[in-house]
């Protein structure tokens, strides 16, 4: 007989553990399964979300600023534009990335918008000097002189070492022809900071405007030295070197414009234009063609509003090429005759009062339109803001003189009340008047307060279309007017007001109207009489005489070559032929 040993059972712990494990198993096979046939879908990271680097704190303002300036000095100004805006997102109760801003809007020829950064800055701390020089500046690049002074005498007031106070106040001398004034301010800017780049630019300013162009140059290549790569200082003094005839050295200093920044249009037109004195076509094309391209709105800001088409249609003029002639200058006057509305800055929306001097039209609300320089863009809006009004006489009684102070409303002296710092006069001034608040002399509060208050609940758009020379305005909520119509006004570059009609809203408060611009300004007279020419040398009289008849009706002169193309085409309506006046001989 065999002796067989009795099986160990296994714990009942261990079989639960198995079977457990088991399942387990086999539900992380079926999940796989799963995922592989799509039934299940799993979020999967990708290597670069794996190894990306751990969130940062957000950059502050101030680093944004430093950048900004950076990118100023280094002549990037399109990219110093993005890092203030980003700095002004982060921190909009910043002045400083405002007035930076508006500084570098003015080279862009943003002038609108520069004007609103500095309005902006000024608001924010507006016993800056440097918030107030450059908003002398924003004014005086958009013609408003008298304010100009004003903001840079304050500026001055604030600081009397701060050179750009002195520096913009020159510029605005000489914008006035006041060139004694402008090299006197200009000479005190360099004298209180010779390191200051817009006080020796500004110095060759009031030289220019005089016409004394070998001054001038001296300052703008000093200039140059203290911003090299700005791209604007090359401009100016390229257009010296271009009045000098010196061509060469003019062509030298856009070429490095343009290498400085090659996305604006002006050195390439004044390259151009330089290439077309000389006689040099080819390379006039060349240049004139890449001008367009940057921007085919860009027209000189010179009173004759010439443009790269322009040039363009002349250069073909002057190789014969008469198609290539007409198919520029057309373009070319269109561009300088329909500019009206780019000179349109805002709309006001004006009520008639009585005051003591009489009836007048004062605002109760106003707009302004400040993306100006989108060409890609048709239409601008604005929306219209009530009007702040205040009295002209306001009593101030001394403390002593009030008779509704009892003893306990008596301030006591002893309490420790903190000191505030009066600022000068003449900021209280620019903030009144960048605030829109408007003194009516002859006006009690309460009507003030009535002007006020009626129009405070009124709101509306006013709209500039580019395409059709118009200006659409859509109110709500307007009272209806107690003696005459609301009058509608523009204001214009530079520095004008024009009265464009009287509005009235209809039975539900509201006013829907569109205004036309009928207004045209004028191209340079070249243009007109070379495309009539170009049109008679080709035998094409019926589509000269317009043309040629234009340019004489603005000048009849002998010297006027339209004469010439009226002689081609037998044109026989045109203005008496001058003859020279009989001088007898003396005796």
Sequence with gaps: MYYRPQEKRRSPFL??????????????????????????????????????????????????IGDGDTYFAEGKLDKAIEAYNEAIRIDPNNDVPYIRQSRILVYTRDTAAALVQAEQAVQLNPTSPENMAYY???????????????????????????????????????DQGDWFSARETAQQAIDANFQSMDAHHNMGYAWEVQGRYKDAIEYYEDAIKLAPKLAPNYVSAGLIYYWLGDYETAEERFKKAIKLSPFDPVAYYQLGRTYYVEGDFISAIDALEQSIGVDPAYVSINPAGTSAWGYLGMTYYRRQNYEGAIEFLPKAIDLAENKFPDRVRGVEILTEVQTLAGPQYVPILRGRFTDLNQPDSAIISTQLQPVSYQSSFEETLAFDEKPDLTEEDQPNPAEDIEPVEEQPPCVDAIL?????????????????????????????????????????????????PKTAPYEVRVNLWPDRTESVGYVQPDGSQKISTKVQFDEKLVAPID??????LSYANMNMCNEARPWLLASLDRDSSAYNPAWYGTRLCSITDTPPTPLPTFTPAPE
Excluded at 28 to 40: D, E, P, Q, R, S
Excluded at 527 to 532: E, M, S
């Design 136 to 174: 002398c500046r924003a004014l005086d690049w958009e013609a408003k002189y008298s304010a100009a002074y004003d903001a840079c005498s304050c500026a001055s007031e604030l600081d009397p070492t701060y050179a750009e106070a002195y520096a913009f106040l020159s510029e605005v001398f000489a």
């Design 15 to 64: 079989t639960f553990i198995l079977y457990t494990l088991m399942l387990a198993m086999m539900a992380v096979l079926a999940l796989l399964i799963g995922i592989y046939v799509g039934y299940f879908n799993v979020p999967v990271t990708t290597l670069a979300e794996r190894y990306a680097p751990t969130p940062t704190p957000t950059r502050s303002a101030l680093l944004y």
């Design 527 to 532: 243009y007109y009489y070379t495309l009539g």
């Design 432 to 480: 009144r008047s960048i605030q829109n608040q408007i003194i009516i002399p002859g006006l009690q509060n309460t009507e003030l307060l009535t002007l006020t208050t009626s129009f405070s609940g009124t709101v509306g758009t006013a709209s500039l279309d580019f395409s059709d020379n118009s200006m659409t305005l859509v109110l709500d909520n307007v009272p209806q």
